[in-house]
């Protein structure tokens, strides 16, 4: 590991220690094993920066080889490669990642994002099981820009391609204003430089605060879910995919389609957690039931829009537990 891998992970490590200082500091609505178990994470933490002030970090006390970067990039606390976990430290990592996703979640800023000229709320909710939903927003450009993505699966590998995508974005959508280049880059960048197995869906919206009342929208879509225009009147447009999904290949190139907003239409964007959501026999929330809830409420604010779709998917799917993550994203033209 050199100098500067060394500090690129203190600082992701100093980065989680101070989420989870701040989540101990009111850990609201948690019970104290939940506590108990992140207070861990924290001595685990301290750890770990001790062993990069040593330069003992990275190195896998069951092989001496080197652990994987992109396993400590999620999970940077690691002292075991991933050729040498066995499945009950497999099944014990699942669960740190999904409380790392959890504390990631918590302190994520839910709905203090602004982007000019719309009224926006976000709903996310991690599954038992580590899922993979990511969504983002980059307001820093000409437009804003809305990001939502599902790797297909759970578990481990999930959790790895998100994290991985997340950081590629961080740095790829400040040069890429055109959400079709963006996501052919991220597709490039992705069968080039993860070993992926699993397909990504995702989703990359530009919004412009527009004039007159009136917002352009241009769209990428590769292989997800179609995200959902009602208009003020009650009419509903889906936005179908303009490509495959990514990971498939890296010459792929996806195009690119252009709508206008008015003043009172509504954007709904989704991940399949929501339609895939299932009750006690076996039905599926499905298409239909979420477009009859959205022209049912073609005037409803976007905040509580999302959480009267979440009552309505939880009254449907009954006690079950969640069983793949849920993200629902709603916007309305001012
Ligand atoms: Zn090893």
């Known amino acids: 590991m050199t100098i500067a891998d060394l500090e690129h992970f203190r600082n992701l490590l100093l980065e989680r220690q101070n989420n989870v200082v701040q989540w101990l500091a009111s850990p609201e609505n948690a019970g104290q094993e939940e506590i108990d178990k992140v207070q861990n994470l924290l001595t685990e933490i301290k750890d770990a920066l001790e062993r990069v002030e040593h330069k003992e970090y990275g190195v896998c006390a069951v092989c001496e080889g080197e652990i994987e970067h992109h396993r400590l990039e999620i999970q940077p606390t690691a002292q075991i490669c991933l050729e040498c976990i066995s499945q009950q430290e497999r099944n014990q990592l699942e669960e740190e990642l999904f409380l790392a996703s959890k504390i990631h979640r918590a302190l994520l800023p839910q709905t203090v994002v602004h982007i000019d000229g719309f009224d926006l709320a976000v709903k996310s909710l991690a599954a038992r099981i580590v899922g993979g939903d990511y969504y983002d927003f980059f307001t820093g450009g000409r437009s804003a820009r809305i990001v939502i993505a599902d ?6 590998p999930a959790g790895l391609l998100m994290s991985n995508i997340q950081g590629a974005l961080k740095i790829l959508a400040d040069e890429i204003e055109s ?8 597709n490039r960048w992705l069968c080039r430089n993860v070993p992926v197995t699993k397909f990504v869906s995702f989703v990359c919206i530009a919004l412009d605060s527009g004039a007159n009342q009136t917002s352009r929208l241009l769209m990428a879509n590769a292989g997800h879910c179609p995200p959902i225009i009602v208009r003020k009147g009650g009419a509903i447009e889906l936005l179908e995919p303009t ?10 190139v996806f195009s690119e389609c252009a709508h206008q907003l008015q003043s009172g239409d509504l954007l709904v964007l989704y991940t399949d957690g929501v339609t895939d959501a299932e009750n006690g026999k076996g039905e599926m929330f499905g298409d239909n039931r979420l477009l009859q809830f959205l ?17 309505e998917i ?10 793949d993550d849920l993200t629902i994203i709603a916007l309305r033209r001012q």
């Open 151 to 156: 790797a297909m699966g759970k578990g481990l």
């Open 179 to 186: 959400p079709s280049q963006l996501v052919t880059r991220i």
């Open 243 to 252: 490509g495959g999904v990514l990971g498939v290949h890296e010459q792929f």
């Open 295 to 311: 022209s049912s409420h073609p005037a409803t604010e976007p905040n509580q829009l999302v959480s009267l779709l979440m009552t």
């Open 314 to 323: 939880d009254s449907f799917a009954g006690r079950k537990e969640l069983s």
